[in-house]
């Protein structure tokens, strides 16, 4: 096994408050992988630091054998890492089409094309519509985000971020505030992702978590407190504790 | 007839968009007292459009558009009064390249900041502008203006008359081709990602958009169109004043804007035409009530009609549809 991405003595402090603390990470090719822990504790803060939208106090990221702890976000992506948002990050006004349209020129590298009408790169489009297609959203294609109900607006969220053809992909909560009844087309997305691409999902729905991934990392306070299969995991006494909100002592 | 570049908006010309072109050519022949008026109000159109692409389509809110329209004015103005350069083409050109440069190097610094600090640096250069062209007496003529403007004839043929029928046709001409290259540019890959970076800023960037690059080029071009319209103001009336640099220019664009509608393209046409041919009527007749009667009329659209004249169009025409069916 490779690792594709990879943190050492990984930490962010906002003021005194320390919300990663010295996380030693790594992700390996393919895999399926979960960050859990209670609220608060760090997790979207480590997603952040991972594509560069945070940048780190201390520690560095290593992506595909490469340290890129001072590249940017665009740099980051360029090389093959994508993530999604906790909280919707869409664009509301436009069609689901052309939000995953969008994504896609990126990567192709059209996207500051001044002159030629933009309709014209058929591919494009092509491209955006085959992938809504697989994710069985075309009948959706046209509909303008706000008028979309919140359950397909994360699959958008996740459109967007697949059209962008990471090899490594962060999924953060990809099924927050969706209704229960709705989680099972999120995970039929995922269980259908291509193998080859290394995933990280945080995620607070266990039934999810638990049938998705094959290694699963716990969270507490910005620090690592265990890391294991889910078997491992669900046998281990201090997760109950953590989940009951006591503190380990 | 929401003007949106995206990768499925087709980007034929309607039938419609020619409307205001046919006006345009009809007014002249037409309503021949009012030319110089009607001048106006297509350089005005013009200075919208510019301001619509950085406001409605990037959306990036600035307070300082008369920097450039002004920059445009003196340029081309400066040239023709201290240089002695009498040549249109020549003036136009050198207005071009002055407000390039300046949208260039004052994009590249105040387009990292959003929001409030965004408008209050438009809003800083604007009047550092305006300080230096009121200091610069040689050069600018300061408060008095800038007289002993020349500009030959348009390619040797057309001399600028004393009716304004030449002004009013290079105005209509180079409107036309402004017109063109915008509504090019917003159905263009480029002009999809501007309206990427209004809807969410955090997410284009997310999708490995080079955001800052999109946001200094959509300004600078911008710049180079307002500066085409102050430089088409000079040789229209062929003086400048310092108030082409006010504040008060940069604002009474913004209504103009918002009362035909942002981010429409013609939301630029409407409302210069029908806030200008207002104040020609009223603001003479009643000028101790023009100022109410503008913000009374701002406080209205801000709190009824959000997207304009074009917006309130757009629902009568949805509303009929409905009912017809
Ligand atoms: N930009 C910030 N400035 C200050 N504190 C922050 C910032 N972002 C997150 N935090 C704090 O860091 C902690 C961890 O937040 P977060 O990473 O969102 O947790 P999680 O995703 O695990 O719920 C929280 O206490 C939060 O208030
Ligand atoms: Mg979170």
Known sequence: MTAVLQTRGLCKRFGALTVADNIDFTLEAGARHALIGPNGAGKTTFVNLLTGRLSPSAGTVVLGGEDVTRLSQQERIRRGLGRTFQINSLFRGLSVVDNVSLAVAERRGVSGRLFRPASQLSEVRDEAMELLRSLGMADDAQVVIANLAYGKQRLVEIAITLAMKPRVLLLDEPAAGVPSLETHRILDVLDALPAEIGILIIEHDMDLVFRFAKRITILVNGATLLEGTPEEIAADPRVREVYLGERHE | ?325
Not at chain 2, 117 to 131: D, K, P
Not at chain 2, 268 to 277: K, T
Request: aromatic share 10%; hydrophobic share 55%.
């Open chain 2, 1 to 325: 007839m929401r003007h949106n570049g995206s990768y499925s908006a087709s980007p034929r010309i309607g039938l419609l968009e020619w409307l205001p072109w046919a006006i345009g050519v009809a007014a002249f022949f037409l309503m021949p007292e009012y030319l110089s008026l009607g001048a106006r109000i297509l350089i005005f159109i013009l200075y919208a459009l510019s301001l619509d692409l950085v406001v409605g389509y990037a959306g990036i809110v600035t307070l300082g558009h008369s920097a450039f329209f002004g920059l445009g004015a003196y340029a081309a103005g400066i040239l023709s009064a201290r240089f002695g350069v009498a040549d249109p083409a020549l003036q136009l050109l050198v207005a071009m390249t002055a407000c390039a440069l300046m949208g260039l190097a004052t994009g590249a610094v105040i387009l990292r900041t959003r929001g409030l600090t965004l408008l209050m640096l438009t809003l800083a250069i604007a009047s550092i502008l305006l300080e230096v062209a009121n200091k610069a007496t040689s050069i600018t003529g300061g408060a008095d203006g800038l007289s002993g403007i020349v500009v030959a004839p348009i390619l040797g043929l057309f001399r600028f008359d004393l009716f304004g029928k030449t002004a009013y046709w290079l105005c209509l001409a180079v409107l036309f081709v402004g017109w063109w290259v915008t509504r090019r540019l917003i159905y263009s890959p480029f002009g999809a990602s501007l309206v990427g970076i209004r809807e969410n800023h955090v997410r284009m960037v997310a999708i490995g958009s080079p955001v800052p690059r999109r946001l200094l080029t959509a300004y600078t071009i911008s710049a180079v169109l307002a500066g085409v319209a102050g430089a088409l103001l000079t040789q229209t009336n062929q003086f400048v004043g310092l108030n082409v640099l006010s504040f008060e220019s940069s604002g009474e664009l913004l209504v103009m804007l918002i009362l035909g509608g942002v981010g429409r393209i013609y939301g630029a046409f409407i409302g210069p035409v029908v806030y200008m041919i207002a104040q020609d009527m009223l603001a003479k007749q009643f000028p101790e009530y023009w100022s109410l009667g503008i913000g009374l009329l701002l406080v209205i659209i801000v709190l009824f009609a959000r997207d304009g004249i074009l917006g309130i169009i757009d629902r009568l025409v949805a509303l009929t549809r409905k009912e017809a069916r």
